[in-house]
């Protein structure tokens, strides 16, 4: 006979993380949802002439990957050579010209995920602001 269980396993920034199993053995202890080492900051303002670096690592079983969305829940994946997402989780804002300013990469705001096969978690948003700085012009 197969049995169902539900477990609450964490209350994380407001939203319950929960495990379920439906297996004729039962729940596996060694199992457990992510949750954030390092979660970014709310707030990052940074330079066009130095790029910024956004770090998010989480623990997990199995591992949980990290991917990053923007706030209305799109993918923020590679641009190409204005922003990228490394292996190890960082999303990095590359330093660029003035007149290459992107609203949508430069301004905005972005999520942090961490999955794994138990659960999924979302840090908070992190506003992103570029200022641009034009070298010779007071």
């Given amino acids: 006979m197969s049995m169902s269980w539900i477990f609450p396993v964490r209350l994380v ?5 929960i495990v379920s199993s439906t297996s004729g053995h039962g729940f596996d202890a060694h199992l457990r949802g992510p949750s954030f080492l390092i979660e970014p900051p709310s707030r990052i303002e940074f330079s066009n002439s130095s790029g910024a670096w956004l770090d998010c690592a989480a623990t997990g079983s199995p591992a949980p990957n990290i991917d990053w969305s923007t706030a209305d829940g799109l993918p923020a994946g590679d641009v190409l050579g204005v ?31 961490a999955s794994n096969s138990v659960g999924r978690i979302l840090s908070r948003d992190v506003q992103v602001r570029a200022s641009k700085r034009i070298y010779g012009n007071f």
């Fill in 13 to 17: 920034r407001g939203i319950a993380v």
């Fill in 83 to 113: 922003r990228r997402v490394l292996r190890n989780g960082t999303l990095v804002l590359l330093p660029f010209q003035a007149a290459a300013f992107r609203q949508d990469v430069h301004s905005a705001a972005y999520r942090c995920i």
